[in-house]
């Protein structure tokens, strides 16, 4: 509750400073009006107005050296509730004690708050905390009383008006329609007849509706209602009600300024002159006249509307009419026009009152976050002095440089030594700049919270604990890019940057994403490092190099920003594992037969399998038979292939009489492929049953022409020569698993998916499914940058929509990755306290072949008893048992991964699940 207060007068003591800087523009205005008077025109007049309007809403302005506000004095203090410097050092209560430490994070900081147990927490509430939260209360309360009335009579007037029938005089219709058409007006209007209406209205802005009080038509002549709807048609052209509403709105929020009460009040009596003069601008200069009368015949037999944001009259404002009136007699068609001098003054006042007064400090230029990381470097560094010169006035009075040494020391003395700054973020609040620069210490982090007013001068300072969520995301944060160091083993001597590369291709077994190869001279030896683009992809790494028979694995560590700018400034960026020197041969699978064949018009509605014969063994259980509308065959069961693999056969149902197109991959969709992963180029089986007397069907002219093209290309691609492997090749599916078991059961993962876009659009958004036992707390992309994810659970499983920090081009390589936690995989073995055993079959839902590839880490001290597969590869690493296992899974297809191992009595506690 103490923070919503606290909020509540943040928000007041802004709008308190807002209230005062708009008050000065309009005495500003004010001030202009008088000088100019006849010299500017209605709509000039009006306009002046609309500065103040542009004021209030816009949410920031630029600083400038000619803004009024660098001549009248210094709002920023005003208003405020919450002293800037409150920053307070006091005993922790326990609990406060147990909070600190709940947030620690093993990987940031390994030590933990000791000694008097002493920290620092927020702000304490200001002595004048009651008195300012009562004046916060009474303007929203006064806002909402104001906001309930203005929608409570407008729906009034609203349900009064729906009820009524629209006026059908076909006389007036027509009139309303010249008028229409005189202003360009395209919008439907509908005229009411109603009796509580004071004065002829315009109601609404989305359906709007002309009011015209009782008798009114009998009253005036067409040439009199004339003159109405063009003033009102005048209302619609310009947007008044859209405008009445807007400042309604900023009317609630500054409901206690009298001086903007009295700016809207003249706003709307010059808008009134203003859409007079667009009405006269529409008529005859000797009409002028009748205009006038018109207008002051209205006085004489109706009232004056109450005001109503979605309502604009003609009689707004009796006082004004003998200005009214002046103006009508003295208006020139060519007055309502811009001049050169009109648009110069609102120019000039737009720059005066747009901008903000420009600060006298050169930091003003800089970004607040660069500013706070110094002013943490000048804390560290003990200059207390330079760092207190960019307090603002507030913040100088609380604090000077003796006590910021002293809160600093103080600091120091609970949390530890300083060790370095782990991040910044930062936030916006009303126009100031909140920047959070994250330092450890030696018992832990803290968050340093610097608040900047829109002079860059510093309005607040706080040290604050950090949470877990915040620790994690600077961890995730830090670039997914890893460099992976080899050397050659004793025997193998490499003597250029070829020869290491070949070996390392020759190492690796599937595709990994790599790049910026490079070498160096170490110990006498030619060492190699490449750049991966994840962590989990950089283990594996490590797993094929460690079973290289020439080549033995170094290190594998994240690369931080000049190691990266050496690699991109020294490495190859050509020499990639997936573009290896290998000369691995294929070619594409070549349709071979096809039953029936292409192009045949007489075939039997009796046939039952369509098939299709490559010249090649094609990958089991992957295929695409595409087609659609009724040109596609009813399928009667699943296809399968023969069992040389080389035949794959179709069931379906044939009808007499019909046109069947049956396509072998397309564009989009490619999963007839050889074990390789070569897809086939599509090709078409066109052809037709014969009709139930036995003739042949007639095969479509244009249908023939098109299956043509297409299997010409088939042909074409079929015919070519072998030729190597490139980065043309459709590189897989692929799924990379990274499973750390803890003693207690939980596995944290790490997973890499990387996959060709297929789609004719770049991609903005992707989403996948998991189980509701993962649990994912991160994601990022190949960059290592976060990734904004959402969840939305159904049944037992998480789908995770996401989206990318870029657009994935047609036919790029789509990276991202995630970590997390799952529970409940593993569990006690039937009968046993200490052996447990893990089971999980994972079917890949990419609708397309899945490279998978997956490591677990076994607790440490666990012996291992089995696998599933038996020929699960294994090692040891740091004294724990890792096991490995790819596999090239079908589209539909699943891999099964399992296994057993005992832990030390006493080491295996909390499990999810029983045996």
Same mark, same amino acid.
């Given at each position: 509750?103490?923070?919503?207060?606290?909020?509540?007068?943040?928000?007041?003591?802004?709008?308190?400073?807002?209230?005062?800087?708009?008050?000065?523009?309009?005495?500003?205005?004010?001030?202009?009006k008088a000088t100019?008077?006849? /010299?500017l025109?209605?709509?000039?007049?009006?306009?002046?107005?609309l500065?103040?309007?542009?004021?209030?809403?816009?949410?920031w302005?630029?600083?400038?050296?000619?803004?009024v506000?660098?001549?009248?004095?210094?709002?920023?203090?005003i208003?405020?509730?919450?002293?800037?410097?409150?920053?307070?050092?006091? =005993?922790?209560?326990?609990?406060?004690?147990?909070?600190?430490?709940?947030?620690?994070?093993?990987?940031?900081?390994d030590?933990?708050?000791?000694?008097n147990?002493?920290?620092?927490?927020?702000?304490?509430?200001?002595?004048?905390?009651?008195?300012?939260?009562?004046?916060?209360l009474?303007?929203?309360?006064?806002?909402?009383?104001?906001?309930?009335?203005?929608?409570?009579t407008?729906?009034?007037?609203?349900?009064?008006?729906?009820?009524r029938?629209?006026?059908?005089?076909q006389?007036?219709l027509?009139l309303?329609?010249?008028?229409?058409?005189?202003m360009g007006i395209?919008?439907?209007?509908?005229?009411?007849?109603?009796?509580?209406?004071?004065?002829?209205?315009?109601?609404?802005?989305?359906?709007? /509706?002309?009011l015209?009080?009782?008798?009114?038509?009998?009253?005036f002549?067409?040439?009199?209602?004339?003159?109405?709807?063009?003033?009102?048609?005048?209302?619609?052209?310009?947007?008044?009600?859209?405008?009445?509403?807007l400042?309604?709105?900023?009317?609630?929020?500054?409901?206690?300024?009298?001086?903007?009460?009295?700016?809207?009040? /003249?706003?709307?009596?010059?808008?009134?002159?203003?859409?007079?003069?667009?009405?006269?601008s529409?008529?005859?200069?000797?009409?002028?006249?009748?205009?006038?009368?018109?207008?002051?015949?209205?006085?004489?037999?109706?009232?004056?509307?109450?005001?109503?944001?979605?309502?604009?009259?003609?009689?707004?404002?009796?006082?004004q009419?003998?200005?009214?009136? *002046?103006?009508?007699?003295?208006?020139?068609?060519?007055?309502?026009?811009?001049?050169?001098?009109?648009?110069?003054?609102?120019?000039?006042?737009?720059c005066?009152?747009?901008?903000?007064?420009?600060?006298?400090?050169?930091?003003?230029?800089r970004e607040?976050?660069?500013?706070?990381k110094e002013?943490?470097?000048l804390?560290?560094?003990?200059?207390f002095?330079?760092?207190?010169?960019?307090?603002?006035?507030t913040?100088?009075?609380e604090?000077?440089?003796?006590?910021?040494?002293?809160?600093?020391?103080?600091?120091?003395?609970q949390?530890?030594?300083?060790?370095?700054?782990?991040?910044?973020?930062?936030?916006?609040?009303?126009?100031?700049?909140?920047?959070?620069?994250?330092c450890?210490?030696?018992n832990?982090?803290?968050?340093?919270?610097?608040?900047?007013?829109?002079?860059r001068?510093?309005?607040?300072?706080?040290?604050?604990?950090?949470?877990?969520?915040v620790?994690?995301?600077?961890?995730?944060?830090?670039s997914?890019v890893?460099?992976v160091?080899?050397r050659?083993?004793d025997?193998f001597?490499?003597?250029?940057?070829?020869?290491i590369?070949?070996?390392?291709?020759?190492c690796?077994?599937?595709?990994?994403?790599?790049?910026?190869?490079r070498?160096?001279? /170490?110990?006498?030896?030619?060492?190699?490092?490449?750049l991966?683009?994840?962590?989990?992809?950089?283990?594996?790494?490590e797993?094929?190099?460690?079973?290289?028979?020439?080549?033995e694995?170094?290190?594998?560590?994240?690369?931080?920003?000049?190691?990266?700018?050496?690699?991109?400034?020294?490495?190859?960026?050509?020499?990639?594992?997936?573009?290896?020197?290998?000369?691995?041969k294929f070619?594409?699978?070549?349709?071979?037969?096809?039953?029936?064949?292409?192009?045949?018009?007489?075939v039997?509605?009796?046939?039952?399998r369509?098939?299709? *014969?490559?010249?090649q063994?094609?990958?089991?259980?992957?295929?695409?038979?595409?087609?659609g509308?009724d040109?596609?065959?009813?399928? *009667?069961?699943?296809?399968?292939?023969?069992?040389?693999?080389?035949?794959?056969?179709?069931?379906?149902n044939?009808?007499?009489?019909?046109?069947?197109?049956?396509?072998?991959?397309?564009?989009?969709?490619?999963n007839?492929q050889?074990?390789e992963?070569?897809?086939?180029?599509?090709?078409?089986?066109?052809?037709? *049953?014969?009709g139930?007397?036995?003739?042949?069907?007639?095969?479509?002219?244009?249908?023939? =022409?098109?299956?043509?093209?297409?299997?010409?290309?088939?042909?074409?691609?079929?015919?070519?020569?072998?030729?190597?492997?490139?980065?043309?090749?459709?590189e897989?599916?692929?799924?990379?698993?990274?499973?750390?078991?803890?003693?207690?059961?939980?596995?944290?993962f790490?997973?890499?998916?990387?996959k060709?876009?297929?789609?004719?659009?770049?991609?903005?958004?992707?989403?996948?499914v998991?189980?509701?036992?993962?649990?994912?707390?991160?994601?990022?992309?190949?960059?290592?940058?976060?990734?904004k994810?959402?969840?939305?659970?159904?049944?037992?499983?998480?789908?995770y929509?996401?989206?990318?920090?870029?657009?994935?081009?047609?036919?790029?390589?789509?990276?991202?990755?995630s970590?997390?936690?799952?529970?409940?995989?593993?569990?006690?073995?039937?009968?046993?306290?200490?052996?447990?055993?893990?089971?999980?079959?994972?079917?890949?839902?990419?609708?397309?072949?899945?490279?998978?590839? =997956?490591?677990?880490?076994?607790?440490?001290?666990?012996?291992?008893?089995?696998?599933?597969?038996?020929?699960?590869?294994?090692r040891?690493?740091?004294?724990?048992?890792?096991?490995?296992?790819?596999?090239?899974?079908?589209?539909?297809?699943?891999?099964?991964?399992?296994?057993?191992?005992?832990?030390p009595?006493?080491?295996?506690?909390g499990?999810?699940?029983?045996?």
């Amino acid at each position: 509750m103490e923070s919503t207060f606290e909020q509540l007068s943040i928000v007041f003591g802004w709008l308190v400073r807002s209230t005062m800087q708009v008050s000065i523009l309009v005495c500003l205005i004010l001030a202009v009006k008088a000088t100019v008077r006849g /010299r500017l025109s209605a709509r000039g007049h009006y306009c002046l107005w609309l500065l103040l309007f542009i004021r209030m809403v816009m949410p920031w302005a630029p600083a400038s050296s000619v803004s009024v506000f660098n001549i009248v004095p210094d709002l920023r203090d005003i208003g405020k509730t919450i002293p800037s410097a409150a920053v307070v050092v006091k =005993e922790a209560t326990e609990q406060e004690i147990e909070i600190f430490r709940s947030v620690q994070n093993d990987e940031i900081v390994d030590s933990r708050l000791r000694g008097n147990d002493r920290m620092v927490v927020n702000q304490s509430r200001p002595v004048s905390f009651q008195a300012d939260d009562i004046l916060a209360l009474i303007w929203l309360g006064g806002a909402l009383i104001f906001m309930v009335y203005i929608f409570a009579t407008s729906l009034c007037v609203w349900i009064e008006i729906r009820c009524r029938r629209p006026l059908t005089d076909q006389k007036v219709l027509d009139l309303l329609e010249d008028c229409k058409r005189q202003m360009g007006i395209h919008t439907p209007i509908t005229v009411v007849e109603n009796s509580r209406v004071g004065s002829p209205a315009l109601f609404g802005f989305i359906r709007p /509706r002309l009011l015209l009080p009782k008798g009114m038509l009998a009253a005036f002549g067409p040439g009199e209602l004339r003159y109405v709807f063009l003033h009102e048609l005048a209302h619609v052209k310009r947007c008044d009600i859209v405008v009445n509403w807007l400042m309604s709105c900023l009317q609630v929020l500054h409901w206690f300024n009298p001086l903007i009460w009295y700016a809207f009040y /003249r706003m709307r009596a010059d808008r009134e002159l203003a859409c007079d003069a667009l009405a006269l601008s529409r008529t005859q200069p000797s009409q002028s006249a009748e205009y006038g009368r018109t207008i002051v015949n209205l006085l004489e037999r109706f009232s004056r509307q109450r005001y109503l944001p979605a309502m604009a009259g003609i009689l707004e404002s009796k006082s004004q009419l003998k200005r009214r009136i *002046t103006m009508i007699a003295r208006f020139k068609k060519s007055s309502y026009r811009w001049s050169v001098p009109a648009v110069i003054l609102l120019a000039v006042l737009g720059c005066v009152v747009l901008t903000n007064a420009q600060g006298t400090s050169q930091t003003k230029s800089r970004e607040p976050k660069a500013m706070a990381k110094e002013f943490v470097e000048l804390l560290v560094k003990g200059r207390f002095s330079t760092a207190a010169r960019n307090f603002d006035s507030t913040v100088k009075n609380e604090m000077s440089p003796e006590k910021l040494k002293e809160v600093w020391s103080s600091i120091t003395g609970q949390a530890g030594a300083f060790k370095r700054q782990i991040g910044i973020r930062t936030e916006k609040f009303l126009g100031s700049d909140i920047v959070f620069v994250t330092c450890e210490f030696k018992n832990g982090p803290l968050d340093v919270k610097v608040v900047y007013n829109n002079k860059r001068q510093i309005s607040g300072l706080w040290f604050v604990p950090v949470s877990q969520k915040v620790l994690k995301g600077y961890q995730n944060s830090k670039s997914m890019v890893q460099i992976v160091t080899f050397r050659p083993k004793d025997g193998f001597s490499p003597r250029t940057a070829k020869d290491i590369l070949d070996r390392f291709n020759n190492c690796v077994k599937f595709r990994v994403n790599t790049h910026h190869f490079r070498t160096e001279i /170490r110990e006498g030896k030619l060492y190699g490092s490449i750049l991966t683009d994840s962590s989990a992809e950089g283990k594996a790494l490590e797993l094929m190099l460690n079973q290289c028979n020439e080549l033995e694995f170094v290190n594998s560590k994240a690369a931080d920003e000049q190691e990266l700018a050496e690699h991109y400034a020294k490495g190859s960026p050509g020499l990639k594992t997936t573009e290896s020197s290998r000369a691995v041969k294929f070619k594409n699978p070549q349709v071979v037969s096809t039953k029936p064949a292409a192009f045949a018009n007489n075939v039997s509605a009796s046939l039952k399998r369509i098939k299709v *014969t490559f010249d090649q063994p094609m990958m089991d259980e992957s295929w695409s038979w595409v087609g659609g509308d009724d040109t596609y065959p009813k399928t *009667t069961g699943q296809p399968r292939y023969d069992r040389r693999g080389t035949t794959c056969s179709l069931p379906v149902n044939l009808q007499p009489g019909k046109v069947y197109w049956v396509g072998i991959n397309s564009a989009r969709y490619k999963n007839f492929q050889t074990t390789e992963g070569v897809s086939a180029v599509p090709y078409v089986i066109l052809f037709a *049953t014969k009709g139930r007397n036995g003739e042949p069907t007639v095969i479509p002219d244009n249908f023939i =022409e098109e299956a043509k093209r297409i299997n010409a290309r088939a042909g074409k691609m079929s015919s070519q020569p072998e030729r190597k492997a490139t980065a043309e090749v459709a590189e897989p599916y692929t799924q990379i698993m990274f499973n750390d078991i803890s003693n207690d059961g939980t596995i944290s993962f790490e997973s890499t998916i990387r996959k060709i876009s297929r789609d004719v659009n770049p991609v903005k958004t992707t989403s996948f499914v998991n189980s509701d036992f993962v649990n994912v707390t991160s994601m990022s992309d190949n960059k290592g940058r976060p990734i904004k994810f959402t969840t939305k659970h159904k049944g037992s499983h998480y789908r995770y929509n996401l989206t990318f920090n870029e657009p994935v081009l047609p036919g790029e390589t789509m990276v991202y990755a995630s970590e997390g936690t799952m529970t409940g995989l593993i569990k006690p073995v039937a009968g046993s306290k200490d052996t447990f055993e893990y089971f999980m079959t994972h079917w890949p839902a990419a609708g397309q072949p899945t490279r998978r590839i =997956e490591t677990y880490l076994l607790p440490e001290g666990a012996e291992l008893i089995s696998t599933t597969p038996e020929d699960m590869e294994r090692r040891t690493k740091n004294g724990r048992i890792e096991l490995h296992q790819e596999k090239m899974i079908p589209a539909g297809g699943s891999i099964t991964s399992a296994f057993q191992y005992r832990l030390p009595v006493g080491k295996g506690g909390g499990y999810d699940g029983e045996g």
